[in-house]
């Protein structure tokens, strides 16, 4: 880390979880703070799912929830940045203390549950960076109370199609009830479906992802697999949150409910990573998330199966200057290596990563 992250970390653990990402988007609005310089480089760039992604490396979802920061995070260097989850109707989200630092572990709790200010808002935002540059998409979900979940989800397509470089349907949240029971295949169908339709309907044939949570068993993955398949979805992340708590070594908030994310999640999701690698084939878009937190871990996904990946976690313990650090090292990593295309490291340890037991 350098010298203004350790500043900026001791700063912001001097408040609340909340209170700091807070402070941090309001920075990022400022123009502050301001990370290192990321490489442009010919041998990260790459084409996903029809998307001219400039480098592997993407915010993922959580961050900025209401579209407030975009271009401030993809000048951090990311290669793209995802905003939300943006339901409906704007929400509260969970009662308060709902954000929990595990310093031993380089790990958060969260049971924030889709707090945003909703589509009108965000979509504002979006029209107003109309003509900007970069890859920004947009994670979709629906309110806590809804009585229809998948026309939510046909709203959010409908709505952010036009404006979104790619969508992400979220049912893989632990922290709304029920909304990870959309993952078992019958109510999967029924969503895909519905929002292949909705995408038609848009007239905007944006890029449509599916993130899964990591704390799903063999047959559950090949159901999946068989509808993202069959319904033609561009590709999955892999994954969201866990709510397993395996072997955590920090001495508070360990029992906190909600979903834990960053460096106690990586083994599960990049072994989860690969069978769906496996089960999809060599074709379909995966974005690798979960607990990236540095060069090695980025390319240690790549390996496993995924194309692209992200991190949030990562940079809540190792500062803004985090994603143009590991863009650089990727970038040495692929001169060293005399890699073409970063693209020629993946799968190189899928077999390992598909065997590691969940």
Known sequence: MSAFDRLGRHLLFSFDAETAHGMSIKALRCGLPVGGRAPRDARLRLKIAGLDVPNPLGMAAGYDKNGEVPDALLGLGFGFAEIGTVTPLPQAGNPKPRIFRLVEDDAVINRLGFNNEGHDACEKRLIARAGRPGIVGVNIGANKDSTNRIGDYVLGVKRFARHASYLTVNISSPNTPGLRNMQAREQLAELLASVMIARAEAGHA?????????????????????????????????????????????????????????????????????????????????????????????????????????????????????????????????????????????????????????
Do not use: C
Request: hydrophobic share 40%; aromatic share 4%; proline share 6%.
């Open 206 to 358: 944006v890029p449509i992802f599916l993130k899964i949570a990591p704390d799903l068993h063999e047959a559950e993955l090949e159901d999946i697999a068989a509808e993202v398949t069959e319904k033609a979805i561009d590709g999955v992340i892999v994954s969201n949150t866990t709510i397993t708590r395996p072997a955590l070594r920090s001495p508070a908030h360990t029992g906190e409910t909600g979903g834990l994310s960053g460096k106690p999640v990586f083994a599960r999701s990049t072994a989860v990573l690969a069978r769906m690698r496996k089960l999809l084939g060599p074709q379909r878009a995966i974005i690798g998330v979960g607990g990236v937190d540095s060069t090695d871990t980025a390319l240690e996904k790549i390996r496993a199966g995924a194309d692209l990946v992200q991190l949030y976690t990562g940079m809540v313990y190792a500062g803004p200057s985090l994603p143009a650090r590991i863009v650089r090292g990727m970038s040495d990593f692929a001169a060293r290596e005399g890699l073409k295309s970063i693209s020629e490291l993946r799968d190189s340890k899928l077999d390992q990563w598909a065997a590691t037991p969940l």
